[in-house]
């Protein structure tokens, strides 16, 4: 299902540790914390480079008669021991909370891009894969900032101490050792670009596991009414097996790399201490040096372990950066002017359709809309009604803006909407769809949504003009009850009256209505449309009904097919004149007046 929208091609894309610059911009305004957290990573580098000298006079010092020296050399241990475990708590606290910051501001830009996105962005990208980015990618970055970046510059700079203080010791020894380095680099570099590709991959698989299980679950009556779990079950389970594969040889070419890495360091290091073994005995080095030789090198090759281990985690990490820039960088088909005209005030509502053109993304052979010409004047309630897919809801959608037209102009007020900018036109809209969108919240914070300032008594005011007073001081908590995740505790007439009080409560000078009656009863549909009909004087008003009885009292009816204007006028003169309008009245009556 969702996994087959990931091209072969995309997975095996090589994504490179670079991508990792791209958080500076979210590291830049904190670039206090950051420096204090660099410091204290440094200090408890510099401390713990520092420790082998003092092992080194503790164990040489046990060979001389000075007492009072050999307890200052322990003295000087414990305190530079002290000191390495104030350094650890300041690193630890620093970094974890600038790479919690980081990943909240990256989580917010995201969702910032996101929510504003138009519905053609939506029909490429499912909304449980910008889930998974906002969440799992993030978690990893998170991840990185908060520890792996953290740990690799504290390894890195006791690799770089470390090897000098090596050569400083034993010159021999140490070029004894770096004969060691191009051997461990070489499988670090060839199985790094292995776990590149595979980490990317599995990113995208992760991705895709989200975005089938969001879409089943959101689903999820639609999914039992048609005994359809055992399929979605084996689909959700072959996208989480695919992604577990490809972890699974991540992980693979990960422990290869690290057994081949480690097994060359400590099998160097072990050969280097028997030539330091024999030196000790021919009385070249101190059986001090040789100490703090040895702890060096493991100290050393803890840091080539520890590299090579964090490399893996930097490159998913590289992997998800990516893929939230993908996101932040997205183009979007409908942007706002960089400088937006105003609306005359106060706003009329006259709305304006010029041989409009236009085909959905998904569907660019066929058109929605073809030349379509419609002007309407302030507070005029014009029906637009017709066949399923004849373009009515299409209006809607782009008088919103959700889209552009391919061609014509629409305008509000005689101002070309894409001259204005899409929130400050917007807010002078009310709309009620047909499928009503319900907040997992309150049902009186459902219909304040519709104007977040409105008091009590207005979402109060609202509802009963909805008629949805009634049943909303019947539930156990009244208009405070929780209505539950897209309403689920409200019956679907519930839920579209909701969403009409939401629209009365917007009190904006144009009005639309798609299908906002369709799931009602006959009562409640009466006492709605007695609602719409006071609510739509002195208001531009859009209806698009399927549902004939509903428009009768419309100023205007506009026929629509296939995408086209196809007859205009009132009720009485449509019928009379034949056609399309005349044949679904026909059919809509006859059959309601059998059915009674």
């Known amino acids: 299902m969702a996994a087959d929208k990931y091209s072969e091609q995309e997975r095996a894309k090589s994504r490179k540790i670079g991508a990792l610059g791209h958080l500076w911009p979210f590291l830049r305004p904190y670039r206090r914390l950051l ?74 830009a995201v969702f910032d891009r996101v929510i504003g996105m138009s519905p053609a962005f939506y ?48 010159p021999k020894l140490t070029l004894m050792v770096l004969l060691i ?10 199985l790094g670009r292995r776990l590149r590709v595979l980490s990317r991959e599995n990113q995208d698989w992760i991705a895709a596991s989200s975005g089938s299980a969001s879409e089943l679950l959101s689903s999820v009556q639609t999914v039992q009414a048609f005994t359809h779990e055992a399929i979605s079950r084996k689909s959700f389970g072959d996208v989480t097996e695919k992604s577990f594969q490809v972890a699974k040889r991540r992980i693979g070419t990960r422990a290869v790399m690290t057994v081949i890495v480690i097994a060359l360091i400590f099998s160097g290091i072990v050969g280097v201490l028997w030539i330091g073994a024999r030196d000790v005995r021919a009385d070249l080095m101190s059986v001090g040096e040789l100490v703090q030789f040895v702890i060096y090198a493991v100290m050393v090759a803890g840091a080539v372990a520890a590299l090579s281990e964090i490399w893996g985690e930097l490159q998913r990490a590289a992997g998800a950066t990516e893929r939230l820039v993908e996101l932040l960088n997205a183009l979007d088909t409908v942007t706002d002017p960089e400088t937006a005209a105003t609306l005359p005030a106060p706003v009329r509502g006259a709305l304006s359709f010029e041989d409009v053109v236009f085909h959905y993304p998904a569907r660019p052979n066929a058109a929605a809309l073809d030349g379509v010409t419609l002007d309407v004047a302030p507070g005029e309630t014009v029906a637009l009604v017709g066949p399923s897919g004849a373009g009515k809801t299409t209006i809607i959608q782009l008088l919103l803006r959700f889209y552009d037209p391919d061609a014509g102009t629409i305008r ?6 894409k001259d204005l900018d ?29 104007r977040p300032s409105a008091t009590d008594a207005e979402v109060e005011e609202a509802a009963r003009a909805a008629a949805a007073h009634d049943f909303l001081t019947a539930l156990p908590e009244g208009y405070d009850t929780y209505v539950g995740e897209r309403g689920v505790m409200l019956s679907g007439g519930q839920k579209q009256r909701i969403a009409i009080a939401r629209a009365i409560l917007r009190d904006a000078p144009v009005l639309l209505l798609d299908e906002a009656t369709s799931a009602l009863d006959a009562e409640s549909e009466r006492l709605v449309q007695v609602a719409v009909d006071r609510l739509s004087a002195g208001r531009t008003t859009l209806i698009v009904a399927h ?43 006859t059959e309601g007046l059998a059915a009674e």
């Open 547 to 589: 549902r004939l009885a509903t428009v009768k009292k419309a100023d205007r009816i506009v026929v629509f097919d296939q995408g086209r204007i196809v007859a205009q006028g009132s009720h009485d003169a449509l019928v009379a004149e034949g056609g399309l309008y005349a044949r679904l009245a026909r059919l809509q009556f």
């Open 412 to 417: 509000l007020d005689g101002v070309d909407l």
């Open 35 to 108: 420096a204090l957290a660099l410091l204290s990573l440094i200090l408890t580098a510099c401390v713990s480079l520092v420790l082998p000298i003092a092992v080194r006079r503790v164990v040489d010092g046990f060979e001389t008669s000075a007492a009072n020296l050999l307890d200052g050399y322990f003295l000087a241990a414990l305190g530079i021991a002290g000191l390495l475990a104030v350094g650890t708590g300041l690193r630890y606290y620093f970094v974890t909370r600038l790479g919690e910051r980081v990943v909240a501001d990256i989580r917010k």
């Open 422 to 450: 899409r929130a400050a036109f917007r807010r002078h809209m009310a709309l009620v769809p047909q499928d009503p969108v319900i907040f997992a919240a309150s049902a009186r914070e459902n219909i304040r949504f519709g």
């Open 181 to 190: 380095v191009p051997a461990v680099i070489v499988p670090i570099i060839v």
């Open 123 to 170: 029909e490429r990208i499912m909304t449980g894969e910008v889930l998974s980015r906002i969440t799992t990618d993030t978690t990893l970055i998170l991840s990185v900032i908060g520890s792996s970046v953290s740990i690799a510059l504290r390894n890195a700079l006791i690799l770089v101490g470390g090897l000098v203080l090596l050569f400083f010791t034993s």
